[in-house]
């Protein structure tokens, strides 16, 4: 088994060459392209790891799946989904204009930028640092890893870039399908988005999302089962930006990906997987994890249609 | 086993009175809003049908799901996906704006109407006569019905009512983005659309995909697997217009609905469904079907998230 | 006088070279994209020639103009943009997206192509032919040239390339925008597209509409003083596609480009003027013609604002 | 023709009751909706008013034709035209979704309030407050009104629910359109739109406009003839929102709206023209100050067309 993981690792190294380290924060930019690794934990605990799995980086889109089943504990399902659609969209992640032509006053899902600013603005707390602190201990919880932290260049990197946001969430504001303080909404979506991980990190919150909500580890249940396939089956149709579709046809795993370069896997019923390569396509994917992951799916038969 | 399907019908049939039936087409409109009827069959070939599960009804979308295969079995995948995408879109099913608005040379994906003309260009065959006939062998082969036919009255209220498929139509020739002759191919697509059936007809071919490929009942492989995952993956992210999202996240069943009433479903591994209610709702789905189908993955455990 | 306007044609010849002939069409790109030429009629009936005013060229685009003015004398103002609207806009002259974005039932304004598809259906007639004839008549008359005629060899071309033209037909057809048989309105507005003439033909349209509606040369009221007004109006906000702001900014003279080279103004009670330099900006407006009557706007004082 | 005035006004006092004063902002559905007056003044500094002439009311977006014309002052035709188009647009006025389905780097035009805070950020100033300053000196001077002040209530209220205008400017930082400080530009717009005038305030600023940049009162040239020419067809193109097509059709005279009920109009070598009368019609223009310009316009022949 630890073969496979490495033979995979190995053989998929060559894609990192194909793609590009995200540049537009500069501290993305300062990554390793060819950097790759791999670590996936089943739902009996047992971990696989290869590559370059203890390589930090930041969460960035991936941290959107961690605030929706916060913000669903927080507010139940039924609050959430009246102010955040669950419907994919061919639009891109930072997308503006279907809010105003489509008069939408819910932005199309919680994976796009509109509907995670939205999300975030849900989280329970009392002020923003609250919040980022609540979000902050649900992830210390899900990554069962207690110095999880939040990478404060990065924060501020994407706090001074962070104009179209701006212009999403004041746009939301406008129309009233969002409450609360846009400055401090922003604080804990860029705060989430730059919490610091690594590869067994996301893979144990696959693992989590892959057993139902129940911890693999302690068998402690932190979230319902209910959720959890919420959350799986958004990842699948709107995991991967614009290239979801793409990705579930092929590869046939709930996934979600960031441009820090990681993608969170989670197979139901069997293995959380997180894969970790700076050197991302055109989509903003990782270039190299997508093959790591497509050749994962053949050789453990993982595709879920 | 039996006791569940009735009760599900039963239980179901007061949703028929909060839909209406499709009125577009004056040959749909004819049908008995209140109709109901379920028919399933899992991939050993055990058969289990409750209410109006006889009743006659026309494809209309579902045709999709089968020129989609026998697209991809006449071209092969990679060139099908050379003519149009794999993304699910918050466009409506007869959207024409993102064409021009994002200069789409290809459309979103085989489930929304600019997509299944253009696979309808890609059925092989001399004279759209030819393709016809082949679309209608192919559809008996998978329902294991040798009296599968086109209505003819409905096939006429399709040309008659066609300019918004005219005008997708010759919108993707002027792009360059579909080749042939319109009329032509409209007819194919006109004809697929009336094919009639009943629910246990879809059930069959639910039952193949669900098979992986391999038809139950004669263990004979018709379909690869991979075209069958990559249906089945089409159907969960577009398979229910802009509704296939909530669909996923609630039921999680690979399903392709129609305007006729009919939902065609695929269990993975387990059964193929077929639903028939043609009392839809605001999106043009069958608003009692998707109940059925609701408590009937609750109740074995269907979803495959 | 004439030594200005040949002076102007001299001094404008360079910028021939900038442009490129229209493509899209063969017969079009046969044009001699060097050629420039300019007649200008004032409403005393004076004439004033220069360049290649006598080579012949199609109206294209041009035509929309008479086909404006003659449905209003058909149907009436409030019928005609109880059809078609008034505004202009920022998309191109060939768009379709807005029509389904906004739900746009009438188009834009009678300028873009979906807005003169519509006005050729307004055309009286009881065929496609007679109504051909009954343009082709007025046009005789606005241009005192019994000899204008249909281009066959332009006309069929239109028709073998008007795939864009019939989506937008069978659009607004789908919508309810528009009456009739598509076919045979598409064959109103192909034909008249095809009108051949020379830049003393269209300096007399202009100049019967500078002299709000009275032939110069015959003193005969063809056309009311508010046809004329509505007319040129929408010449300032319409007729350069989406350079007319620009246009109208730095020349001020209502006018109306075709993809034949040809540019019609009116200045009102001054002169009509006809413009023919084949070699189009990316635009497809005339990129000497441009020059051309920037030069005599100011040369002349020309401009209304 | 005192009495001309008087006699629109009393006859055009009816169709206030067909509208409805503006409710976004507090302080504007505070207006009378009864009120109507107009004033005149022509190129030789003759002056006509009627009815409500001296009531005050706030600019809104009539200020956008202020800040164009100080902004090609300040920084050059070519500079202002490099940041903002020139072109009408049939998006509504606070739009933004052309900006990102266009990639539109320049807004449409400076009337939209996407090219209007463009155009705030281009006035010349070391501060908001030095900009707001100069604003209001220029307006002073085209006003011949040392008392122009800006109204604070108002101020405060457009700052408060100028969140859609927020979303606009943050989006075009966020595509490098503009530079600055979004607070501080918007502070500028704001403010500008807040300024309070009369119906004789704005009659003067046409007949600058209309009598090419020399003020009618002291013969001193203030504009360019050029800076007057282009804001004048600009007026024609964009001047009354999504009407500006129909009013130029029907009146034919420059204007320019604000939701604050006036209308400034020039015409141009005769006359300035000043209208009030809050109750708006559904595209934002005063219903019943339409009606006082086309009865005007017709009985002082005062379209250009």
Redesign the interface.
Same mark, same amino acid.
């Given at each position: 088994m630890d073969t496979i993981f490495s033979n995979i690792i190995e053989d998929s190294r060559k894609y990192t060459s194909l793609g590009n380290v995200a540049s537009y924060i500069p501290e993305l930019s300062k990554a390793n392209p060819h950097d790759l690794g791999i670590c996936a934990i089943d739902v009996n605990g047992n971990e696989y790891c290869a590559g370059d799995f203890d390589k930090k980086f930041t969460l960035q889109s991936i941290s959107k799946v961690i605030t929706l089943m916060l913000a669903i504990m927080d507010n139940g399902e039924q609050r959430v989904f009246s102010y955040v *659609?669950?419907?994919?969209? *061919?639009?891109s992640f930072n #997308? $503006? /204009? #279907?809010l105003?032509?489509?008069s939408l006053h819910k932005p199309? %899902?919680p994976m796009i930028n509109a509907g995670a600013i939205l999300i975030s603005s849900l989280i329970k707390g009392n002020s923003a640092q609250e919040k980022i602190e609540r979000i902050l201990n649900f992830t210390k919880i899900l990554t069962d890893n207690e110095n999880i932290s939040i990478n404060k260049s990065t924060y501020l990197s994407e706090k001074e870039t962070g &104009?179209?946001n701006? /212009?999403? /969430?004041?746009?939301m504001? #406008?129309y009233n399908s969002m409450e609360g303080n846009?400055d401090e909404i922003l604080d804990v979506y860029f705060s989430h988005c730059s919490m610091e991980v690594t590869c067994r990190d996301i893979a144990k919150i696959g693992a989590v999302l892959a057993n139902d909500g129940v911890l693999p580890w302690s068998e402690k249940r932190i979230i319902s089962k209910e959720i959890?396939? $919420?959350t799986?089956?958004?990842m699948?149709?709107?995991g991967l930006y &614009?290239? #979801? *579709?793409?990705f579930?046809?092929h590869i046939?795993i709930?996934a979600k990906s960031g441009v820090g370069g990681g993608i969170l896997a989670a197979v139901?019923r069997k293995m959380g997987i997180g894969v970790y390569g700076p050197a991302l396509d055109a989509k903003g994917n990782s270039v190299a994890g997508i093959q790591v992951l497509q050749q994962l799916s053949e050789k453990l038969d993982l %595709? $879920?249609?």
């Open positions: *659609g669950a419907e994919p969209t *061919g639009d #997308s $503006i /204009a #279907s105003e032509v489509k199309y %899902n &104009d179209r701006r /212009a999403l /969430a004041y746009f504001k #406008s846009v959890c396939r $919420i799986k089956t958004i699948v149709t709107c &614009d290239a #979801s *579709g793409e579930a046809m046939g709930p139901p %595709n $879920i249609f």
